[in-house]
């Protein structure tokens, strides 16, 4: 009789681990379209140490070793620093794609605006004592002062667009970094108390996923099974426990744009983050703004400053109607920042187009075309670029053309290097519904014969208790 307890017994442990089979598979199946979750895998074992009954062993059953993830450490690895690569070449292409102002067919309004220019400037060679063609030189020298401005704001805008998304960016990795440094302590409480806590494991992962697109961040485990979130140059975001926290600050010295700070994962600082320090989205839009944007507005201030001092050299020279001279054409003001933006015909001469200096000396008024002619020769005379000004716009459109395309082709390789390592990690992680209902079935077939082999050994009970 002692036996036939001793199968009851060991049919009932066997009951627990199929149920635990049945629980496995229904939790993979539940969440099946759960983005980061990993199948699980309950593992059964032989319960050990077998009987040794009348010189044989008998088996004690089937019991619960654990309940096991489905990971590939190889593919993990690669993971992050692809998610931080191809956000940040998409962040960086996607944040060059609203200067219409720069790309090569938008850029045809800032072409056209110094063409017509220098096309009334002609003109009014012509007949220099025309009034309305006076009229029509001042309207083209505004209209291409109004082009270098909308071209200037363009820029502008797109790098106030960048801080607006930085704000976001840093608010998310924020909580993200502090999600995982709570993630992290709860799995070691959790761990203490044996077994994998899975489920958190895959919460963490996530997280870290998320915070290596956002800013280029690597994962490093250490021996007691936590994970921590370094920047390139070594800074850490999380730190087991404790996490760092990034702040924004205006920079005067960059136009009042925000400036990425660091508080340490022990409080101290804040300290100054440089551009090179992020990867991921954050670099991404960092880049985009303090490099590419930066070096076209440079550019376009330097044309405008170059072009417009060239032409005030010649104008004063020139004569107005009224035989005065002297006067500047354009506001350019004293350096080349912020140029473009500034650029303005002079009011005076703007609120009086007599005072356009069209002579070569008072006694030559209305005028012989001569100061007209070295007016029009600034359209090809060489800037401080070694470029004469059609020549130093073209190079500008140009190369921010062939900088946004070649960020968009660089954008698309990296996500497609990004699908591919995240259909690897799919294919070896993710659920198969149709494996998980084999695998429900087989659970549940043996629990039904586990509950046959009970029914059979009560049938036993029953008939040793029934004799007399």
Not at 33 to 39: E, Q, S, Y
Not at 170 to 199: F, K
Not at 277 to 290: N, P, S, T, V, W
Request: charged share 15%; glycine share 10%; proline share 3%.
């Amino acid at each position: 009789m002692a036996d036939l307890f001793s199968i009851l017994s060991q049919a009932s442990g066997s009951l627990s681990a199929h149920r635990n089979s049945a629980a496995t598979a229904s939790h993979n199946l539940s969440n099946a379209n759960t983005p980061g979750f990993a199948r699980q895998r309950a593992e059964l074992q032989a319960m050990l140490p077998a009987e040794m009954i009348n010189g044989g062993f008998i088996g004690r059953g089937a019991g619960l070793l654990t309940v096991s993830q489905a990971r590939d450490r190889f593919i993990e690895a690669q993971i992050p620093g692809s998610m931080g690569q191809a956000a940040f070449s998409s962040a960086h292409s996607a944040a060059l794609q609203g200067v219409s102002a720069l790309d090569p067919d938008g850029g045809a309004g800032l072409t056209k605006a110094i063409g017509d220019f220098y096309g009334s400037l002609r003109a009014l060679s012509q007949n220099p004592s025309d009034p309305g063609l006076r009229q029509v030189a001042l309207s083209t020298a505004r209209s291409m002062s109004q082009a270098f401005n909308r071209a200037s704001q363009s820029i502008e805008a797109a790098k106030s667009g960048i801080d607006a998304k930085l704000t976001g960016t840093v608010a998310e990795a924020n909580t993200l970094a502090a999600n995982i440094a709570d993630l992290n302590n709860q799995i070691q409480v959790a761990r203490a108390s044996g077994g994998e806590p899975n489920d958190l494991l895959d919460a963490r992962l996530a997280a870290t996923d998320r915070l290596a697109a956002l800013t280029g961040a690597k994962p490093v485990p250490d021996a007691k099974g936590n994970v921590s979130m370094l920047l390139a140059n070594g800074t850490a975001l999380v730190n087991e426990n404790r996490a760092a926290k990034l702040s924004l600050l205006p920079n005067a010295a960059n136009g009042g744009h925000l400036a990425v700070q660091l508080t340490r994962t022990d409080g101290t600082g804040p300290m100054a983050m440089q551009q090179s320090e992020f990867g991921g989205e954050a670099g991404g839009l960092l880049a985009a703004r303090d490099t590419t944007l930066d070096k076209a507005a440079k550019s376009l201030d330097t044309l405008a400053f170059d072009l417009g001092n060239a032409i005030n050299l010649v104008h004063r020279t020139g004569f107005a109607l009224d035989g005065t001279t002297g006067r500047d054409l354009l506001v350019t003001g004293a350096t080349s920042a912020g140029a473009a933006g500034r650029l303005a015909v002079d009011p005076t001469v703007d609120a009086n187009p007599s005072l356009l200096g069209a002579a070569s000396s008072a006694g030559t008024v209305p005028g012989d075309g001569t100061a007209l002619l070295a007016l029009i020769g600034t359209e090809t005379q060489a800037l401080s670029t070694g470029l004469d000004a059609s020549g130093a716009l073209s190079n500008l459109i140009s190369d921010f053309g062939a900088s946004a395309s070649r960020l968009a082709a660089a954008a698309q390789h990296d996500g497609a290097l990004l699908d591919n390592v995240t259909a690897m990690r799919e294919s070896v992680s993710g659920v198969s519904i149709d494996e998980e209902m084999i695998n429900l079935t087989k659970a549940q077939r043996s629990f039904e014969a586990v509950m046959k082999v009970m029914k059979t050994t009560d049938e036993m009970l029953q008939t040793l208790l029934s004799l007399k």
